[in-house]
């Protein structure tokens, strides 16, 4: 059992920034590829960015290309997303994610494990 703490979400003004944390449990957290999706009210869980064990791959939704970035620290069992730019649009819940693999996984359905994600709003 794997698990996953979020922290670093809140209220931000659009154009501002905020980086979000997850911390896993695993004793093997190398072997994960790691993800962030966000769900916003009424809406499905989509894909936001991903990365893989060796972060030598990392994907993003088009939306946040070029505004967030994802990174992990392995020996600190950590992932991160640096968000910036920040747009009323991106107002949701994150959650982070955990799959076994070494690949980038955009699908939430192949997520073995998720966080109980985290609130950030952005006002206009």
């Known amino acids: 059992q794997v698990q996953l703490v979020e922290s670093g979400g809140g209220l931000v003004q659009a154009g501002g920034s905020l980086r979000l944390s997850c911390v896993a449990s695993a004793r093997a957290f190398v072997n994960y590829a790691m993800g962030w999706f966000r769900q916003a009210p009424g809406r499905e869980r989509e894909f936001v960015a991903a990365i893989s064990w060796s972060t030598t791959s990392t994907y993003y939704t088009d939306s946040v290309k070029g505004r967030f970035t994802i990174s992990r620290d392995n020996a600190k069992n950590s992932v991160y997303l640096q968000m910036n730019s920040l747009n009323p649009e991106d107002t949701a819940v994150y959650y982070c994610?955990?799959?076994?693999?070494?690949?980038?996984?955009?699908?939430?359905?192949?997520?073995?494990?998720w966080g109980q994600g985290i609130q950030v709003t952005v006002s206009s």
């Open positions: 994610g955990a799959v076994r693999g070494a690949r980038t996984v955009t699908d939430p359905g192949y997520y073995d494990y």
